[in-house]
């Protein structure tokens, strides 16, 4: 059985950095592709950053040059760090996983989701 679990949320204020971790099960890292997608409130979810074996990364625009996907093997987990937040990040996290060695950044690319956590960034 796939379980996807996110941690690490918080607030924090603008400026500042958060690590959310995405814990994974029943699977084995190299074969999947991962993403982080998120949802503010009144907003559909959008894809943030991608992770696999064929494409290596992928960040939205809004995000590139301050938030860094990585997978450690060993740990089975993925990470988002998350640098120089902004209040526009603000958001429920989700991490996404697919059997495939490319990258998705839409919804329906992936079929398996953690439950989310929530970033919160303050002014």
């Known amino acids: 059985q796939v379980q996807l679990v996110e941690s690490g949320g918080g607030a924090v204020q603008s400026g500042g950095s958060l690590r959310l971790s995405c814990r994974v099960s029943?699977?084995?890292?190299?074969?999947?592709?991962f993403g982080w997608f998120r949802q503010a409130p009144g907003k559909e979810r959008e894809a943030v950053a991608c992770?696999?074996?064929?494409?290596?990364?992928w960040y939205a625009d809004s995000v590139k040059g301050r938030f860094t996907i990585s997978t450690d093997t060993d740990k089975i987990t993925m990470y988002l760090q998350m640098n120089s937040l902004k209040p526009e990040d603000t958001a429920v996290y989700s991490c996404?996983?697919?059997?495939?060695?490319?990258?998705?950044?839409?919804?329906?690319?992936?079929?398996?989701w953690g439950q989310g956590t929530q970033v919160t960034v303050s002014s």
């Open positions: 996404a996983a697919v059997l495939t060695f490319r990258c998705g950044i839409r919804n329906t690319d992936y079929h398996f």
């Open positions: 992770i696999s074996r064929s494409d290596g990364t």
């Open positions: 029943g699977i084995t890292l190299d074969d999947y592709a």
